[in-house]
């Protein structure tokens, strides 16, 4: 039996750690450390069996009101530091929150070859379409002739999708969600948890003051109007054509499959070497 939000609020907040918390009113961040503290507590994880870690960004401020084993780390490192934990102890739940930023542009190349890997981890990656505490920054998900600081005459940059560069790269799973449907969202985090091997889950998140104000989309509300308008899940997705789909948000899950583990195949390696005598990094 799930318990009450005060509940959750008491049992997984760090009271005395940070608070009032930077981010601005409505922003959807609080949606998702809502969403994941619920899943984490469906699953009846122990705290110091679960790990967070972050990057830099507003998302990476998560970790430090949380009270579990917590890592705020360097800009797109999130992933870096989580395998090293994962290697070093393969029975913690290890999960990485990053941006959109953090995540597909400096810490791109960490992204791809985690899902390569297929590393026994969660990545929860928050899409909103910009470098929101650095200053309304383009980043590699900001729409093509989007409005930001650092493109006010419009973004002349196609944006990829996420979820799809982790389908394509080789995550196991890979599911997608909007802040608006917090509930989905909260269900695809508890099923990327239980996952063995590399999960992925992009949440669609608004930014109404970098991004939503300089493009005319209105305030928090609604934006998450929009995420209400214009998704559809997978179901229906596969019955649409590619003009119905165009400004759609498909979420569910996307990618559910079973491939060898990174973390497994590396101790597959140790217990050789050490039958053989010889070196484990060899």
């Known amino acids: 039996m799930r318990i009450s939000v005060e509940q959750i609020r008491r049992k997984y907040l760090r009271h005395d750690k940070k608070f009032p918390h930077v981010w601005c009113p409505g922003c959807g961040n609080g949606i998702v450390m809502g969403a994941l503290l619920r899943a984490i507590d469906g699953l009846s994880l122990p705290k110091d069996e679960v790990v967070l870690a972050s990057g830099i960004g507003c998302s990476g401020r998560m970790p430090t009101y949380l009270d579990f084993n917590t890592l705020h780390t360097t800009h797109g490192r999130a992933l870096t530091f989580a395998t090293g934990i994962k290697l070093a102890k393969p029975s913690l739940n290890v999960i990485a929150i990053m941006g959109d930023g953090d995540a597909s542009a400096i810490g791109g190349n960490h992204f791809i070859h985690a899902a390569r890997r ?69 269900h695809l ?94």
């Open 189 to 282: 985090i508890e099923m990327a948890i239980e996952k063995v091997g590399f999960s992925v889950v992009e949440v669609i998140s608004n930014c109404h003051v970098q991004y939503g104000r300089r493009n005319q989309l209105g305030g928090a509300v609604e934006m998450l109007q929009s995420y209400k308008d214009n998704a559809v899940t997978v179901k229906r997705a596969t019955s649409l054509t590619e003009e119905e789909l165009e400004g759609k948000i498909t979420i569910g899950v996307l990618a559910d499959r079973e491939m060898p583990i990174s973390t497994e195949e590396y101790e597959k390696v140790r217990q050789r070497a050490k039958e053989r005598g010889g070196n484990v990094g060899c």
């Open 118 to 186: 297929n590393l026994n981890l969660t990545a929860i990656i928050i899409n909103n379409s910009i470098y929101g505490m650095t200053g309304g920054q383009y980043s590699p998900t900001t729409p093509f002739g989007s409005k930001s600081t650092t493109s006010v005459h419009g973004h002349i940059e196609q944006a990829f999708s996420i979820a799809e560069l982790a389908v394509t790269s080789g995550a196991g799973f890979v599911a997608r969600s909007t802040v608006y449907h917090a509930e989905l969202m909260a």
